[in-house]
């Protein structure tokens, strides 16, 4: 690696970008494949190409074609050198400060920017908070260490075309590791402690001790903490080019100690600031600077952060989630509080199972009451890692206690008391509204200022800040993933008669959720329903129509309202492989023909789409099988809630203007949810299509291109040519499309869900192709009055297979306002000469009941009421 120029790799290719990740390569992008901890980068290379990459790096002997490839030693190392020099290596032209240690990192990068920003000096932070550059501050993810090279060089760069002097940058052990600060030059790094932490990542405390020494090879001075047990380690085994400066309480004086001591009544923060404080007087801060500084420092969201409240107790929300920090919060609060002390805490899934003993130990010894409940329990079980923690309970010195039993919590002589409450929300409530009283302190630790909770390989909204808050009014903040703890949970649905939602609720009963349900159409909504209800989910329609109704506002304050999209994707068919069906038009008939075929296979799926299945007696099927096939829908980001393992998309356009502003942001989701393919990761699109001519029974050249997405995906699961034809030929449609609801009287009447223009015109070509001399009359519903203003140009022409058009009422759908679109401003665009416009129903009807005649074919289209008005014209 050190024979290759770096800069001229990115010349000499005339790279156009570099992305780790082969879903985010682009024509002439230099892609870097790393091995991780479970995915391997070689495995994509392919991948990578196919999307454009001219140069591949990797460390695999490879020989590959279509691109470059050169081998390096350390990819991850390549990844930080490449990452520098693309962004123009923005660390040199900055004074590095790197923190880094077991605990108080972010703490101490947030006094040394702050001090140097009060000071004068023009300064940048990077931390795992956030990222503060000039007058923005920037978030920098879910449960970050600090952020992976390419980022982080952008951060830097940031900075430098800002003219920042100094950069202050929270280092943690995995980044170390990872090499994402590899190649980079440090002015002065400050190592706050080292304790055990990460020993599921680093395996040994000696190891990760040494990793973080990594910090400071590239260092020109070291502020080590005297007071923490590592210092005569890690000074032993520094370079002897680095300068070693101690740091100690000791090294406090005067007005800047007494405005420490001030500041922060806790010993780890006046060793955090005693480490600020060394690395600013470094720089040049003077004392008057520092004094003024520490007095006003603002609150770190997360670290030691008081919640003010009328109930005459202590509340704090902080972030210790390691033995050492948990021992160092618990024993500064046990010392200034008069009553009893609450912590509450849980321990990581999927990380070091070796602290949760430990962390309990240490809890149940120094608070008088100690909840035990979820962090962040990812794929483990959260009862079976509290089950864990138990077990370094002493039992002598607490006693375990139930939910009912707080009577003993203040009448046990001499021990202190452990409960269990898996579900983070209802630990806080109960601590909060049922133990702790005037006096006492309540102290919730783990997550601070995080802003998600991690359930199996989903992040859910949280923050225990909000579920503080929450607590005070009485109300229980729950995160999303509520069913994890209740299996049979009570689930209402909103808009329970809506096409999505009532296929979902079928499928909850199905999984063995208590449903119960309310919509508009029958008795309305009512904050009563939720009584005993674990769970609100709802179609979008119901959120728009009636965002201030009490009973959504209710259910969003407790934490537990979802889409139905939300709680199909992330609980129903959370241990399924997906099949998604996305597109601007032709989604449900792809759907329900790609769930066919698989019924008839033998996969026995379970089908999710927005149309009835006249087989399935609805738009759902419930199965056993490995897949479920589901219709995604772009509006309102909702096909984001799915992880498909293949994704069909059969056309992208411009739609749905009241959420999407232009195509470019529709094209831009849709790439949002190729990015979510997991597993197999199969895209098909209409690019893919060969073109089959299929015997079908449905209509249009439009159910051609649907029927050669679900040829694909049929060949993509192994099935037989000769069974995937058979399957597609015998497939006889679904609900309100291009569905004939009446033949009286010698008047086809046909009802179909055509609403946008493509989609008119498509429809209208099919049914002429099947009555090429036959008087065709066209009724139209236009869907929204912002959408008919948005698309009102393309309506020219659509109607020209039509020999009569008729635009009757527009359905208002989540309009307030009519934007000056009336029915005429379509039939004036679509420039017909047969066109006749209605606002009022009756009058409509009226003209068709003197109009019609016997022979003529009526299509009535739209996805309001026109549904309504078919089964009204073939009463005619």
């Not at 196919?50 to 460390?59: D, I, L, T, Y």
């Not at 179609?539 to 934490?559: C, D, L, M, N, W």
């Not at 129903?572 to 449900?588: M, P």
């Not at 912002?786 to 020219?796: G, H, I, S, V, W």
Request: with cysteine; aromatic share 8%; glycine share 8%.
């Amino acid at each position: 690696m050190h024979n290759i120029n770096l800069v001229d790799i990115l010349k000499d290719f005339q790279v156009s970008g570099i992305s780790d990740d082969s879903r985010k390569v682009k024509k002439g992008y230099l892609f870097v494949a790393i091995k991780g901890e479970t995915v391997n980068g070689h495995n994509f290379i392919n991948e990578a190409i196919k999307k454009g990459a001219v140069c591949v790096v990797g460390e695999a002997d490879l020989k590959i074609k279509g691109a470059t490839y050169i081998k390096v030693a350390d990819s991850r190392a390549a990844l930080s050198l490449l990452a520098q020099a693309w962004y123009g290596n923005p660390s040199r032209k900055l004074k590095v400060i790197g923190v880094t240690g077991t605990d108080g990192k972010t703490t101490t990068a947030n006094i040394i920017y702050w001090i140097l920003k009060k000071a004068g000096y023009k300064v940048g932070l990077i931390s795992s908070v956030s990222a503060k550059i000039g007058d923005k501050e920037y978030d920098t993810g879910f449960h970050v260490t600090n952020p992976e090279p390419l980022p982080l060089q952008k951060f830097l760069k940031k900075m430098v075309d800002l003219k920042s002097e100094y950069a202050v940058l929270e280092v943690t052990s995995h980044g170390l590791d990872q090499k994402r600060v590899f190649g980079m030059d440090f002015e002065i790094s400050v190592l706050t402690n080292i304790t055990h932490e990460h020993l599921d990542y680093h395996k040994t405390f000696d190891a990760y001790l040494k990793t973080k020494i990594k910090l400071f090879a590239n260092s020109k001075i070291a502020a080590l903490n005297k007071e923490d047990s590592s210092y005569n380690t890690v000074r032993k085994l520094l370079p002897n080019s680095v300068k070693v400066i101690p740091y100690g309480l000791d090294s406090l004086a005067g007005d800047v100690r007494n405005a420490v001591l001030t500041r922060f009544p806790e010993k780890y923060n006046q060793l955090n600031s005693s480490a600020a404080i060394t690395a600013a007087k470094l720089v040049g801060v003077n004392e008057e600077q520092l004094i003024q500084s520490i007095k006003s420092f603002p609150q770190v969201p997360g670290r030691m952060e008081k919640i003010p409240n009328t109930k005459g107790i202590g509340i704090y929300v902080d972030f210790a989630h390691t033995p050492n920090a948990l021992a160092s919060v618990l024993a500064s609060l046990k010392n200034s509080t008069k009553g009893k002390l609450i912590a509450v805490f849980g321990c990581a899934g999927e990380r070091d199972s070796k602290k949760r003993p430990m962390m309990a130990e240490i809890s149940t010894r120094l608070a008088d009451v100690s909840i035990f409940t979820a962090e962040d329990p990812r794929s483990e079980d959260i009862n079976k890692i509290i089950v864990q923690m138990v077990k370094g309970v002493v039992s002598y010195k607490a006693k375990e206690i139930g939910t009912n039993n707080l009577h003993d919590i203040y009448h046990v002589s001499g021990k202190h008391c452990l409960i269990r409450i898996p579900e983070r929300g209802e630990a806080i409530f109960y601590a909060i509204n049922k133990v702790a009283k005037i006096g006492d302190t309540v102290v919730i630790c783990g997550k601070g200022h995080e802003k998600s909770m991690a359930y199996d390989h989903t992040e859910y909204p949280w923050s225990d800040y909000e579920a503080v808050k929450m607590a005070l009014k009485k109300i229980h903040f729950t995160p999303k993933a509520k069913v994890h703890f209740t299996p049979k949970a009570k689930v209402h649905f909103m808009g329970i008669l809506g096409s999505g939602v009532a296929g979902v609720a079928f499928l909850a009963t199905k999984f063995g959720y208590k449903v119960t349900g309310c919509d508009l159409e029958k008795e309305g909504h009512n904050i009563k329903h939720l009584k005993d209800v674990d769970l609100v989910v709802a179609t979008p329609a119901v959120f728009y129509q009636s965002e201030h109704h009490p009973e959504i506002v209710e259910a969003q304050k407790r934490g537990i309202f979802l889409t139905w999209q939300e709680f199909l994707g992330k609980h129903l068919l959370k241990d399924k492989k997906v099949i998604a069906i996305a597109g601007t038009h032709g989604k449900s008939t792809t759907t329900a023909m790609a769930g066919k075929l698989l019924e008839d296979n033998g996969f026995d799926p379970i089908v999710v789409l927005g149309a009835k299945v006249p087989k399935w007696g609805g738009n759902a099927r419930f199965g056993k099988g490995e897949y479920a096939v589901v219709e995604a829908d772009e509006f309102n980001n909702n096909f984001l809630n799915y992880n498909p393992e293949i994704a069909v998309i059969n056309n992208i356009e411009f739609d749905h203007p009241d959420f999407f502003k232009d195509e470019s942001e529709v094209r831009e989701s849709f790439k949002k949810f190729t990015r979510r393919l997991t597993g197999r990761k199969i895209l098909i699109t209409e690019k893919d299509s060969l073109h089959k001519k299929f015997n079908l029974k449905v209509l249009g050249t439009h159910n051609q291109k649907n029927a050669n997405m679900v040829y694909l995906l049929g060949r993509v699961l192994g099935i037989d040519e000769s069974k995937i034809i058979q399957s597609l030929e015998s497939f006889e449609g679904i609900g309100r499309r291009m569905e004939l609801i009446s033949d009286k009287n010698g008047i086809k009447v046909y009802d179909d869900y055509a609403h946008h223009p493509t989609a008119i015109k498509a429809t209208l070509s099919g049914l002429r192709d099947k009555y090429p001399g036959a008087r065709i009359w066209a009724v139209v519903e236009a869907h929204g009055y912002a959408r008919t203003k948005a698309l009102l140009d393309k309506y020219a022409g659509v109607f020209d297979k039509a020999d009569f058009v008729v635009v009757g009422p527009i359905f208002r759908a989540r309009d307030s306002q009519t934007f000056g679109i009336t029915e005429k401003s379509i039939a004036e665009s679509s420039k017909h000469k047969n066109i006749f416009d209605f606002g009022d129903l009756d009058k409509m009807l009226t003209f068709l009941q003197k109009n019609l005649k016997a022979k003529d074919v009526v299509l009535v289209m739209g996805a309001g009421r026109s549904n309504i008005w078919a089964q009204k014209i073939s009463e005619i």
